[in-house]
């Protein structure tokens, strides 16, 4: 899993078991996070700056800086991230095939089709998990 990735979900983990009626004990600091996930600060906050960008976290100006989840993680943001091009070449594919199994009426029948030895079973089961955390 991406770096990104195991942030986030560390965030994420970490923000549901702190106290969630005081706002103020939800927000984490990079030195912080640093020294809990074992990453040189700079890096972490190239990914959390990153992170910031795609809308995945909230920085809070201030000395120190300090960030939060922007919206409560979606489970289903997760089931993709482990796939290689999920940011890439597969985001817009992802993208469509999410829209579409969410489309309201019948659920469609999707062909995934390409080589052997590509991830169409991969993918296909990361799309059942998706219909599933939906359901």
Known sequence: MKKKYEVLFYINKLSTKKDQNDPSKMVFSTKELASHLHIQRSNLSAILNELVRENKLEKISGRPVLYKIHNKLDENDL????????????????QDIKSTLLYPGKKPVILLSGKSGTGKSLLAK????????KA
Do not use: D, E
């Not at 089931?79 to 992802?94: D, H, T, Y």
């Open 79 to 94: 089931i993709f991230n482990q796939l290689i091009g999920v940011n890439g070449s597969l985001a817009k594919s992802i």
């Open 126 to 133: 990361k799309y059942m998990n998706f219909l599933k955390k």
